[in-house]
């Protein structure tokens, strides 16, 4: 069982920066394959980013990439998401979430994960 809580979200001004963080619970975090996903009003949800089990691979959303960078810290049980450059069409719920698959698998699809946390709302103000 692994327990998610993201932190961080918040107003920002178009152009500017925000770090996520996602603290996880129990001691087999750093088994698994991490993702950020967002959800806009009256969207569905959508992949952001995904990095693997020991931060070696990272995998993003092509509307992201070059803006945003995932990490994380095993030691610290955490995963962020740096987000560098917002845009309105950043606004939105994001979350993150947990799976046992490799980072090579359909990690894009919702579907494949096993844990979610409840998310944090970031407004990016034009």
């Known amino acids: 069982q692994v327990q998610l809580v993201e932190s961080g979200g918040g107003l920002v001004q178009t152009g500017g920066s925000l770090r996520l963080s996602c603290a996880a619970s129990?001691?087999?975090?750093?088994?698994?394959?991490m993702g950020w996903f967002r959800q806009a009003p009256g969207k569905e949800r959508e992949f952001v980013a995904a990095?693997?089990?020991?931060?070696?691979?990272?995998y993003y959303a092509r509307s992201v990439k070059g803006r945003f960078t995932i990490s994380r810290d095993n030691a610290k049980n955490t995963v962020y998401l740096q987000m560098n450059t917002l845009k309105a069409e950043d606004t939105a719920v994001y979350s993150c979430?947990?799976?046992?698959?490799?980072?090579?698998?359909?990690?894009?699809?919702?579907?494949?994960?096993?844990?979610w946390g409840q998310g944090t709302q970031v407004t990016v103000s034009s």
């Open positions: 129990g001691r087999t975090f750093s088994t698994y394959t």
């Open positions: 990095i693997s089990w020991n931060g070696g691979d990272t």
């Open positions: 979430a947990a799976t046992s698959v490799g980072l090579g698998s359909n990690v894009e699809r919702t579907i494949v994960y096993n844990y």
